[in-house]
């Protein structure tokens, strides 16, 4: 399946870097992107389900605090998924069954 939309966005970090993590070991760095409108990143988030199987993946930049807090509530999402309710991330804040939770 193609993505066949025009996304015009900014990367703010140079693609040909790489981080070398250990002696002899080297892993590609994250690609941040800026994009040009709401409508953009939107699109693109919702069809990342293109990237599955493959090396390339999609998530939002969020801030240490935010990442404390989705790590927080990380188990009442799989709870709600096993129990197939309706459970997704808007950011860093946890919606089951469209209802705000918090941990």
């Given at each position: 399946?193609?993505?066949?939309?025009?996304?015009?966005?900014e990367?703010?970090?140079?693609i040909?870097?790489r981080a070398e993590?250990?002696?002899?070991i080297?892993?590609?760095?994250?690609?941040?992107?800026?994009?040009?409108?709401?409508e953009?990143?939107?699109?693109?988030?919702?069809?990342?389900?293109?990237f599955?199987g493959?090396?390339?993946g999609?998530?939002?930049d969020?801030?240490?605090?935010?990442?404390e807090q989705?790590?927080?509530?990380?188990?009442?999402?799989?709870k709600a998924?096993?129990?197939?309710?309706?459970?997704?991330?808007h950011?860093?804040?946890?919606?089951i069954?469209?209802?705000?939770?918090?941990?």
């Open positions: 399946m193609k993505l066949a939309i025009k996304v015009v966005a990367v703010r970090q140079p040909n870097k993590t250990k002696p002899g080297v892993r590609t760095r994250a690609i941040l992107v800026t994009f040009a409108t709401a953009d990143r939107k699109v693109v988030f919702q069809n990342r389900v293109v599955k493959t090396h390339w999609l998530e939002e969020l801030t240490k605090q935010q990442q989705k790590r927080a509530s990380w188990h009442l999402f799989e998924k096993t129990e197939k309710k309706k459970a997704y991330w950011g860093a804040d946890l919606y069954n469209d209802t705000k939770v918090t941990a």
